[in-house]
């Protein structure tokens, strides 16, 4: 696969066929990659990505694919959320199976877990029309937790309401094997995307301009400070609050774009999140004729931000206040965003 910057890969170049779509499925967190080598040989006419940041479940999988001849898996190891937003396509998936992710049962590290509201839109932007989302748990509590983010999602359906039956197809693995012999409950989930056109970010229509921007926040994790910039320029947007950011240039990476605008707007280095997805495109946010704009959480990584360029005063706003992120008169099309990123924060 490409470096991360390199933007969206050519899935079924990846796989062989380049020029030939054909099904592509992603499994998130394979483990030992039983599930992914079962499917993998039941399904020969669909192509399998295989992602996890484990390295030795990923050389069992390769040894196992290797025995049996497997043409159409390929393995990335990493993490599942960059490797979405930066390496597939909008609509680029026709099925993403998360089985059993690490259920990190103390409440304190719940904010671990990688089925949030924020990771479901951030697939459901890479599903094409009518693809499935397939989750497994016996953590009864992150299921609760998994329903709501699919439920909160406006571009998936729940087709079952409530959890899903099990699948027939999906086999038993060690870990779910695992909670089973625990007397653990185990459950699915199916969620469908909705048929609604993607808009993908490099396909900008003739003469639409792309703005990158970051909703800069001191903790990625746990974000409670947000970063506002005043305008000085034009007339129409001075004295109004944004997110800093600007115009990516053409044939340049949208998040090296980021970076070198934060660099020149406010001296400083960052840590770049997740997407902000629009909810209504699957990707970019209309922002006014003619401009899109993108949008990823960030945190600063080194430098103090200082207003250097189109803006005279920067703001923290605490979600904590009276209008948590809301309390400086923002432009309007960054309105939006702002109670986007409110809701996932609070
Ligand atoms: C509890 S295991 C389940 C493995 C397998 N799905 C199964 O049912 O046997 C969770 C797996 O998710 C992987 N994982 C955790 N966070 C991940 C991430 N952000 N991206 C990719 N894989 C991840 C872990 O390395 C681990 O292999």
């Not at 993998?40 to 390769?62: K, M, N, Q, W």
């Not at 309401?161 to 699915?188: M, Y």
């Amino acid at each position: 696969m490409p470096e991360p910057t390199e933007g969206p890969g050519d899935l079924a170049a990846l796989f062989g066929h380049p020029g030939e779509r054909r099904p592509v499925v992603l499994e998130i967190g394979f483990g030992l990659g039983e599930a992914a080598l079962a499917l993998a040989l039941a399904e020969p006419g669909r192509d399998l990505l295989a992602v996890d940041v484990h390295a030795p479940g990923a050389g069992a999988l390769l040894r196992d694919a290797a025995a049996h001849g497997l043409t159409n898996l390929r393995i990335v190891l990493g993490d599942a959320v960059p490797v979405l937003r930066d390496l597939i396509g909008p609509g680029a998936l026709d099925e993403v199976r998360v089985f059993f992710p690490d259920p990190w049962p103390k409440s304190r590290h719940h904010k671990r877990r990688l089925v949030t509201p924020g990771f479901v839109r951030l697939v459901a932007s890479r599903l094409a029309g009518g693809g499935h989302l397939y989750l497994a748990t016996d953590w009864v509590d992150y299921a609760a937790e998994m329903l709501a983010a699919i439920d909160g999602e406006p571009l998936l359906d729940n087709p079952f309401g409530t959890f899903a039956p099990r699948p027939a197809w999906r086999p038993v693995t060690r870990f779910e094997q695992r909670g089973l012999d625990a007397g653990r409950r185990v459950v699915d989930i199916v969620a469908e995307r909705r048929a609604e056109e993607v808009a993908a970010p490099g396909a900008l229509g003739e003469g639409v301009v792309e703005v990158v921007a970051a909703a800069l926040v001191d903790d990625l994790s746990r974000p409670r400070r947000l970063l506002a910039a005043r305008r000085t320029e034009p007339a129409w947007a001075a004295g109004r609050w944004e997110f800093p950011g600007g115009k990516r240039e053409h044939g340049e990476d949208a998040v090296v774009a980021l970076r070198r605008e934060l660099v020149e707007e406010l001296g400083v280095e960052v840590e770049v999140g997740g997407e902000i997805l629009c909810p209504a495109t699957g990707s970019a946010w209309p922002i006014r004729p003619g401009y899109v704009m993108r949008v990823w959480w960030a945190q600063v990584a080194s430098g103090e931000p200082r207003p250097l360029e189109d803006h005279d005063e920067l703001r923290w706003l605490d979600v904590a206040g009276a209008d948590g992120w809301l309390d400086v008169p923002w432009l309007d099309a960054d309105v939006p965003i702002v109670e986007q990123l409110r809701s996932v924060a609070r």
